[in-house]
């Protein structure tokens, strides 16, 4: 079992940063794979990065690519995701997400929600134009 807390989020103008943080807890830190995801008001969530479990490989929805940057920290037990030249079409509640890595056996996989195990409990983002 593994528990997320997010922290940050908030308003921001167009072009402005953010970063997002999560903490997991649990004993198996290093065995996740570790994402962020993003629901717009009447959208169905969608994914936005994914960093493997032991930080070696990335990946971003091409909406992000260059402007987004996941990270994590396997000492503090602790994923970032730092959003710069922000748009108003990133205004959505983002989540993050853990999931064991056994799971995820092609690229697709990190893709889908449903491949990940534990969520954090949302954090707004508002970016305005």
């Known amino acids: 079992q593994a528990q997320l807390v997010q922290s940050g989020g908030g308003l921001v103008q167009a072009g402005g940063s953010l970063r997002l943080s999560c903490s997991v807890s649990?004993?198996?830190?290093?065995?996740?794979?570790l994402g962020w995801f993003r629901q717009a008001p009447g959208k169905e969530r969608e994914f936005v990065a994914v960093?493997?479990?032991?930080?070696?490989?990335?990946n971003y929805a091409d909406s992000v690519k260059g402007r987004f940057t996941i990270s994590r920290d396997n000492v503090k037990n602790m994923v970032y995701v730092q959003m710069n030249s922000l748009e108003p079409e990133d205004t959505a509640v983002y989540y993050c997400?853990?999931?064991?890595?056994?799971?995820?056996?092609?690229?697709?996989?990190?893709?889908?929600?449903?491949?990940?195990?534990?969520w954090g409990q949302g954090t707004q983002v508002t970016v305005s134009s």
């Open positions: 649990g004993r198996t830190f290093s065995s996740y794979v």
């Open positions: 960093i493997s479990s032991n930080g070696g490989s990335t």
């Open positions: 997400a853990a999931g064991e890595r056994t799971k995820f056996r092609f690229v697709f996989d990190y893709y889908s929600d449903r491949k990940y195990d534990y």
